[in-house]
């Protein structure tokens, strides 16, 4: 694969500046690998010398690892070597490749030859480095590619006044990344002063809110042009490969989680009936390793899921704001406000979710299967009387969290109402304090107090019940294992019992939690239809389509468009938004409409005759049935209830156009006539002047 590779990639030109700890994965352990195999090599001919024979598998595979570490460094002084390195097929390959050299591992330590095992372990750890560093490397090479492109074409004072705009991860070192260095400026900059917004790290590219919903707006966009639009498609199109690498990370996790009770099992035997002491060493030293890596790698799964689900946030909540700003009053008036709140918190809540429960739905089955495999080989069949208690006590905890859960729902609905009645009190203290009403109402605000604490008492004792259920599950189930193990006429040692224990608590946690991954599960695509159904609604144009066959309209179609004319209106139905389409109830019911430009027309109606759905149908805000509506530049609307941003009267005015004084003065003497006639002058007046000074405004 890797003569492959090379030869595909000979004419790539691809350099990337790398550091000490880089050189020394890149260069010095593929050179540690080659010489292992030729020491590997020479004592299998000593062997033949002597007269044993050697199989001819074994050749085959110490001469592979000859040729694999050889053509490594020989690529590693070519051009295309970190083109190569960057190859997805090869990364992959290179995990695949050390978790099968794991199985080999265990079938050589089960042998109990200290060499063999020792010399095995060092193939298999620097397969298993070399493996991880590339696959890191690729992952900092090629975010980093489109950043030092970008470099290039910044001046020199951009470079030396403001500094690199790329990711500040990719200038810290592989080692730097793994033990979380770079926030050691910012923890020594709290301990002498207080943390201010200018001490705080740069924000990657990929984490800003900007860069996140663009790459989630355009895969939904690809979905919008299928039949049937659905945003787990979307957010899998955007961020799939990465969580699919994690999952290989956790996966590597879950099998290290195993290997330190077999390890200690190992180890209590070589205790109890004694061996060479180096293989003691050697376990306990596996043990150590075992435990640094598998901290290692379940805090940078944790710390790469957390980014990923806070870039999947920022997606979310961008697209679904934009949204909100450019869907048409139609079809948001099929959403409540509270619909709309719920969306951007509870819904986008749920969906990032996904990001754990996805992993934990293989996962946590994969350590129930392989946890009960295990003890099966300690005490037979004894684990099913731990595991039937188990079972058993997950339906308890779940009836306690639903008790908690609706103590909550309690709680917080009387804390809801102590809220609003001390915002009355505080919003009218001055009257309450005149007539002496302190007590009346202290006691009125008390009242919804005591029902919140009496709720908040429940839940702290359910709280303690399902600690007490959790913690004693452990106990029960070795309880109930070693009991039913000693009935059936087993005897217990230390290695079966530390081993027992070991595994008992890897397998606690993947049962109790899995209820509630199944749950997550089903609210986030619960929470991931109900975005798709709001993000697949129509947004608000100037210039809508006819939805039926333009020969019903051949009288007024070929001369519709007319230069002289502001708007155009034939036959046109528009209704607002309806759950039935198939009946619409209509509110302007073929309207024919023809306004030329330059005129000042006034609509009188009685109130509920359709005044105000008129000019929505001109700004495209109802849905269009049938019929053409058609008008001419842009448009500005000002409502009866004038809208008007916080800021002065400038920034209201100019609403981000550049400042033109002139036309600023002109604009104040266009609208000063208007003031006799105006019933809340400083709001309306504010409108009228915003549009006034809009120079690209052709009907107001």
């Given at each position: ?113 200290t060499w063999k095992c020792l010399q ?168 150590g390793l075992t435990s640094i890596l ?215 946690s993947p049962l109790n939690s899995f ?186």
């Amino acid at each position: 694969m890797i003569l492959v590779l090379a030869i595909v990639q000979r004419k790539a030109h691809r350099f990337h500046r790398i550091n000490a700890i880089e050189k020394v994965a890149l260069y010095l352990l593929p050179f540690l690998g080659a010489c292992l195999s030729f020491v590997d090599m020479g004592l299998l001919f000593m062997k033949e010398l002597h007269g044993d024979s050697v199989a001819y598998h074994v050749w085959l595979l110490r001469s592979s690892r000859l040729v694999l570490w050889t053509v490594i460094i020989i690529s590693s002084n070519c051009s295309f070597f970190h083109a190569m390195l960057c190859e997805r097929l090869l990364c992959l390959w290179w995990v695949v490749k050390s978790l099968l050299a794991i199985v080999h591992l265990y079938k050589i330590f089960v042998t109990m030859e200290t060499w063999k095992c020792l010399q095995e372990s060092s193939v298999v750890l620097l397969d298993i480095m070399f493996g991880i560093s590339i696959n890191l490397f690729r992952i900092k090479w090629t975010s980093s590619k489109h950043s030092s492109m970008e470099d290039l074409l910044l001046s020199a004072e951009v470079d030396i006044v403001e500094g690199c705009h790329g990711d500040p991860e990719n200038a810290w070192s592989y080692w730097d990344l793994m033990t979380f260095k770079f926030v050691t400026s910012v923890m020594n900059c709290g301990v002498v002063k207080q943390l201010e917004f200018e001490d705080l790290l740069r924000l990657p590219s990929d984490l800003e809110p900007s860069t996140c919903h663009d790459k989630l707006l355009s895969c939904w966009q690809e979905q919008q042009n299928s039949s049937e639009p659905f945003l787990f498609k979307a957010i899998s199109c955007a961020y799939g490969w990465p969580y699919l690498r994690l999952g290989l990370l956790k996966v590597v996790n879950d099998c290290i989680g195993f290997a330190g009770p077999l390890l200690l099992n190992k180890l209590i035997q070589f205790l109890q009936q004694g061996s060479v002491h180096w293989y003691g060493y050697l376990l306990a030293l596996s043990l150590g390793l075992t435990s640094i890596l598998k901290s290692f790698l379940d805090t940078q799964y944790t710390f790469h899921l957390a980014k990923m689900k806070l870039r999947l946030r920022s997606g979310i909540m961008t697209v679904i704001f934009q949204k909100c700003l450019c869907i048409t009053l139609a079809e948001r008036s099929r959403f409540s406000e509270g619909e709309i709140q719920t969306f951007m918190s509870v819904d986008a809540d749920r969906t990032v979710n996904l990001c754990n429960s996805f992993h934990d739905m293989w996962s946590l089955p994969l350590q129930i299967g392989v946890a009960l495999y295990l003890l099966y080989t300690q005490v037979k069949f004894a684990f099913l009387a731990g595991l039937a208690i188990t079972i058993l006590l997950i339906p308890v905890n779940k009836w306690i969290s639903e008790l908690i859960a609706s103590a909550t729902k309690k709680m917080m609905k009387q804390k809801d109402e102590r809220i609003r009645r001390s915002g009355e009190i505080l919003t009218h203290i001055r009257t309450i304090k005149m007539y002496g009403w302190e007590q009346i109402f202290s006691s009125w605000v008390m009242e919804t107090r005591t029902l919140e604490v009496n709720h908040l008492a429940t839940r702290k004792y359910l709280d303690a019940w399902c600690v007490f259920f959790w913690a004693t599950t452990p106990t029960l189930f070795s309880l109930f294992t070693f009991g039913l193990f000693a009935l059936m006429g087993y005897q217990l040692d230390a290695a079966t019992v530390f081993t027992c224990l070991a595994l008992f608590n890897n397998l606690i946690s993947p049962l109790n939690s899995f209820p509630w991954v199944i749950n997550g599960l089903i609210d986030a695509f619960i929470s991931i239809r109900r975005l798709s159904t709001f993000l697949c609604c129509s947004e608000g144009k100037l210039e809508l389509e006819p939805n039926i066959s333009p020969s019903l309209f051949s009288n007024c179609h070929s001369d519709f468009v007319s230069e002289d004319m502001a708007i155009k209106m034939c036959d046109a139905c528009c209704a607002w938004s309806s759950s039935d389409k198939k009946q619409w109830n209509l509110v302007l019911n073929s309207v024919t409409l023809c306004l030329p430009k330059g005129s000042l027309v006034a609509v009188i109606g009685e109130v509920g005759s359709g005044k105000s759905s008129l000019l929505c149908a001109i700004l495209g805000e109802m849905q269009q049935i049938s019929g053409l509506i058609w008008s001419s530049g842009s448009v500005a609307y000002v409502p009866q209830v004038p809208w008007i941003q916080s800021g002065t009267i400038r920034d209201n005015v100019l609403f981000g156009m550049p400042y033109d004084s002139e036309r600023y003065k002109a604009s104040i003497l266009g609208i000063f006539s208007f003031l006799v006639c105006l019933t809340n002058p400083s709001r309306l007046l504010l409108c009228l002047f915003r549009v006034c000074f809009n120079i690209f405004t052709d009907l107001i």
